[in-house]
């Protein structure tokens, strides 16, 4: 098996996976579909848009062009079966996050899960790590 860092991966190689909402519709589509929409739940909106969401958008015409793989809404189901299929050498999740879980659209993905043999890596505006 050649490892990740032994290839070379090139945009078309990439997904973009997007668990948190990308719009006011998306937003209120989480918190029916999720219980645990923490996220959703206690999010300014126009500040999230303005901060988050206009800086992404101005990015997708470019990720679109290098031919990155984009699919909004990531929920568990997703993540499977990306895994499984290997379709894509790269998986970029964006999505909310606590020390304890990664919350996908519509559950939770606690850190306590091996079987998947994933490594998360969580970074913010003041500070990144690496969690295995």
């Avoid at 990155?68 to 809404?73: H, S």
């Avoid at 189901?77 to 895994?83: E, K, M, R, S, W």
């Avoid at 996908?104 to 994933?118: C, I, N, R, V």
Wanted: hydrophobic share 45%.
């Amino acid at each position: 098996m050649c490892l990740v860092t032994e290839q070379i991966i090139k945009p078309k190689d990439c997904l973009l996976a997007v668990a948190i909402p990308l719009s006011k519709g998306s937003r209120y589509k989480n918190l029916r579909v999720s219980a645990n929409a923490q996220f959703a739940k206690h999010m300014h909106w126009g500040l999230y848009e303005q901060d988050t969401l206009l800086p992404f958008r101005h990015l997708l015409p470019l990720l679109k062009k290098l031919k990155v793989g984009m699919k909004p809404e990531f929920c568990l189901a997703d993540l499977q079966y990306h895994l499984s299929h290997n379709d894509y050498k790269v998986i970029i999740l964006v999505a909310h996050w606590t020390d304890t879980a990664i919350e996908l659209f519509d559950s939770l993905m606690h850190q306590a899960t091996p079987e998947l043999g994933l490594c998360f890596i969580k970074a913010s505006l003041n500070s990144s790590r690496i969690l295995t």
